[in-house]
């Protein structure tokens, strides 16, 4: 597809000749770092090539109207300005809509309405951050079309909102970070408490980074994503009876170790685990991207998902058969799950002499267990949040 089909479908969906303008923001990874974002550690993720595109123009009333490629079978989904609150039957128009009304909340003004078109070639379900890109793609869209002076950060802050507030899931700020503030074949090591960030070339050495999609839709993600939450802060409750620390990423390896027996419930001590260890484990694999040390990042990859199998148990059978078949694989330094878990996606960095033999092997062993096939794509590392300003095929 091309922008110009997009323009075309935007001006055949809602009837009109004008020309909109275009829009793009990314999906995003995770390297290394899962579950730490909400627990106060680092995340370290990167902005993909695939992502959630919007086409829009300004209206001279306050309609504003709602149409995505994707989900052609809802329509048109209509609301007004004055009336922008959560409608269940407005299904994924919700997102923009919660941008929308955060945007309002902070004190800018939006003075007609506007028709949107959506298509995101994200895939559905997989766990790379489609709602995250369409929030931040309808930020830079808001403040492009009414010539609003959005700090980027608060554009990201305002985004997590939307999802923790309007959508109504507890997410850290980690997903829209990426998108909002991705630099080019760079990844981004983010302090959660803090918001300081670093960037890391991701120099790769003729390998590539390979997203490997279940085909499983993450149906047990958002539930058992609170309930770890809630475990977490548990855990974090019974530290701080004897420990003055803000979050579980305060810990190092060793302190935790000194003081678990505060946690009372095992399970919970586990969950606290896998944190600790994981936001030490980010801030290595940092380090180990700067001296380009690919081999060891790729070990610390490994042992990251067997901490999210055993102590925080978010993987799954189909996450687990793909990242233990790539372990074999000639030419992979490291896999892991990335994103909540439940099914969504896997990682693994491939020698790109090894790319056919390595999912030949995957798909086969995968169908054997599992009953059906993944899906690859090769990420390729890009930029943040942006107006396009040219033709692009995607």
């Not at 630099?183 to 790769?204: M, N, S, V």
């Not at 279940?214 to 047990?220: G, H, Y």
Request: hydrophobic content about 35%; some cysteine.
């Amino acid at each position: 597809m091309k922008l110009h089909d997009l323009t075309e479908t935007f001006q055949s969906i809602f009837n009109t000749d004008q020309t909109p303008r275009a829009f793009f923001a990314p999906g995003r990874i995770n390297l290394i770092g899962e579950h730490t974002d909400y627990n106060g550690g680092h995340v370290f993720p990167a902005a993909i090539s695939f992502g959630t595109y919007a086409v829009a123009a300004r209206r001279s009333d306050n309609k504003i109207r709602f149409y995505s490629i994707n989900f052609k079978d809802i329509g048109i989904v209509e609301c007004e300005l004055s009336n922008l609150d959560y409608n269940k039957a407005h299904h994924w128009a919700n997102f923009p809509k919660g941008m929308l009304q955060y945007f309002q909340k902070e004190g800018y003004t939006l003075s007609t309405g506007f028709d949107l078109l959506i298509y995101g070639n994200i895939p559905n379900g997989a766990g790379l951050s489609s709602s995250a890109s369409i929030e931040l793609v309808t930020g830079v869209m808001l403040e492009k079309l009414y010539h609003l002076n959005v700090d980027r950060i608060r554009m990201i802050q305002i985004g997590q909102l939307v999802e923790n507030n309007y959508i109504g899931v507890n997410t850290g700020i980690m997903d829209q970070f990426a998108i909002g503030k991705a630099k080019e074949d760079h990844a981004i090591l983010l302090d959660c408490q803090t918001l300081a960030h670093q960037y890391a070339p991701l120099d790769l050495q003729n390998h590539v980074i390979m997203i490997i999609n279940t085909n499983k839709r993450r149906e047990l993600a958002e539930s058992k994503y609170n309930e770890r939450r809630k475990q977490c802060e548990q855990a974090l409750l019974d530290l701080q009876t004897e420990l003055s620390i803000n979050s579980l990423g305060d810990l190092t390896p060793e302190a935790f170790e000194k003081n678990k027996h505060l946690i009372q419930n095992a399970v919970n001590q586990k969950r606290a685990k896998h944190a600790v260890y994981e936001n030490h484990r980010t801030l290595e694999a940092f380090d180990k991207l700067k001296q380009h040390d690919l081999r060891s990042f790729g070990q610390l990859m490994n042992h990251s998902h067997l901490s999210l199998q055993h102590d925080y148990e978010v993987t799954g059978v189909e996450l687990d058969t793909i990242v233990e078949a790539a372990w074999k694989q000639e030419g992979v330094l490291g896999a892991r799950m990335t994103g909540a878990g439940f099914g969504g996606c896997a990682l693994a960095i491939v020698h790109q002499d090894h790319l056919v033999g390595f999912q030949q092997n995957i798909k086969q062993s995968y169908y054997e267990k599992i009953g059906y096939y993944p899906t690859f794509y090769i990420a390729t590392i890009g930029a943040g949040a942006k107006e396009m300003t040219s033709e692009g095929v995607f």
